[in-house]
């Protein structure tokens, strides 16, 4: 596939799904990896582990993405722990399914905060960084749904 040894990795959302699946990922290409989740402290426990098997070293950090500080913690949380960040996977998402016409403001605002303005939030943060040292990668994960919406029945 590809080397990332010595390249270190920050994932939103690591603790399952997809998040969980891309850290173990990159951890068998030679990744060290944090990554945050919401609250589930076990599974991110898990994540760890499994990622610590591979022989690479992994962090786990509970963040709220709706929290610009709480992300701005983040950053520095992980970069501390691992020297620098190289990649940068923004994956945290929710999906709040109601009609239109039924979505209130807050849900709404919860939605944007955590999917797109998150994403923006910590890509500036790695932007800085990354600029820096002439090097780094942001992916941006997103849901097919972002391509077509869906009916609700």
């Given at each position: 596939m590809f080397n990332l040894t010595d390249k270190t990795a920050l994932i939103t959302g690591g603790s399952r799904g997809i998040g969980a699946a891309t850290?173990?990922?990159l951890a068998m290409q030679g990744?060290?990896?944090a990554f945050s989740y919401q609250?589930?402290?076990a599974?991110?426990?898990e994540v760890v582990a499994s990622v610590e098997k591979l022989g690479r070293r992994a962090f786990a950090?509970?963040?709220d993405a709706r929290d610009g500080e709480a992300l701005k913690e983040l950053w520095k949380g992980s970069e501390t722990a691992?020297?620098?960040i190289d990649i940068l996977v923004n994956n945290a998402g929710i999906v709040k399914t109601s009609f239109l016409a039924m979505t209130g403001d807050a849900s709404w605002d919860e939605t944007f905060d955590v999917n797109l303005k998150a994403a923006f939030r910590l890509s500036k943060l790695a932007a800085k960084s990354m600029n820096r040292r002439k090097w780094g990668r942001i992916i941006n994960?997103?849901?097919q749904a972002a391509q077509?919406?869906?009916v609700m029945r």
């Open positions: 850290a173990l990922a990744a060290d990896v609250s589930n402290e599974a991110a426990d950090f509970a963040a691992l020297g620098k994960v997103s849901s077509m919406g869906d």
